[in-house]
């Protein structure tokens, strides 16, 4: 049985930094290429981070682009998102999702496993 289990969100003030992890079991993670998705209730599902199966190569919206990191452990099967600069519209549910492939996916439709998600709140 696949399971993504995200950690690390809590309340945050605005301008401090958070890294979210997410631990994968029951698949072989160094075939997945992993994402992260963000969701604030009501609103659409929004692209985050992604990367490849080595970590060598990540992709990122440009609004995000230079305050998040997404990195990988394959020997850990976890893959992070270290967020910096939080601003209040960050507040949101992360999720981490996996894929068995190799590219940057950037669309949730596509993502084979996800995990429960876990809340980053940023206070002004």
């Known amino acids: 049985q696949v399971q993504l289990i995200e950690s690390g969100g809590r309340l945050v003030q605005a301008g401090g930094s958070l890294r979210l992890s997410c631990a994968a079991s029951?698949?072989?993670?160094?075939?997945?290429?992993m994402s992260w998705f963000r969701q604030v209730p009501g609103l659409d599902r929004e692209f985050v981070a992604a990367?490849?199966?080595?970590?060598?190569?990540?992709f990122y919206p440009d609004s995000l682009k230079g305050r998040f990191t997404i990195s990988r452990d394959n020997a850990k099967n976890t893959v992070y998102l270290q967020m910096n600069s939080l601003i209040p519209e960050d507040s949101a549910v992360y999720y981490c999702?996996?894929?068995?492939?190799?590219?940057?996916?950037?669309?949730?439709?596509?993502?084979?496993?996800w995990g429960k998600g876990t809340v980053v709140t940023v206070s002004s």
């Open positions: 029951g698949l072989t993670f160094s075939r997945y290429a």
């Open positions: 999702a996996a894929r068995m492939g190799n590219w940057w996916y950037t669309d949730g439709r596509d993502m084979e496993y």
């Open positions: 990367i490849i199966r080595s970590g060598d190569s990540t």
